[in-house]
């Protein structure tokens, strides 16, 4: 798919999200001389666009999509995103309200 939204995290870790669904996770610190490859990547919105993703402090991935629905994502101890949560929040397609609700904690 088309990336549409990326976030970046302290860990050296880049989130992508696509216009097909996916939520892609790179590893960023270790340097290569070829393409970089995703370590994971995970169906998180169907087939709809990701149109938003963001790390928590606590390295919780959050991705919006046009599907209605916010997801909780992480990357596992084997380095695969795993899906922890999904809400279904209609009509929301950025993550800037939760962005500015969360940044307060």
């Not at 938003?52 to 995103?81: R, W």
């Amino acid at each position: 798919g088309i990336p549409l939204s990326y976030a970046y995290d302290y860990k050296q870790s880049f989130y992508i999200g696509d216009s097909r669904g996916n939520l892609a996770y790179f590893d960023v610190s270790k340097p290569s001389p070829n393409e970089l490859l995703p370590m994971s990547v995970l169906k998180a919105h169907s087939k709809e666009h990701v149109t938003a993703v963001t790390v928590m402090k606590s390295g919780i991935i959050i991705s919006v999509g046009n599907d209605g629905c916010m997801h909780q994502s992480k990357v596992a101890h084997n380095g695969q995103l795993q899906r922890l949560v999904s809400i279904p929040i209609p009509a929301t397609t950025g993550l800037k309200h939760i962005w500015n609700v969360t940044q307060s904690n």
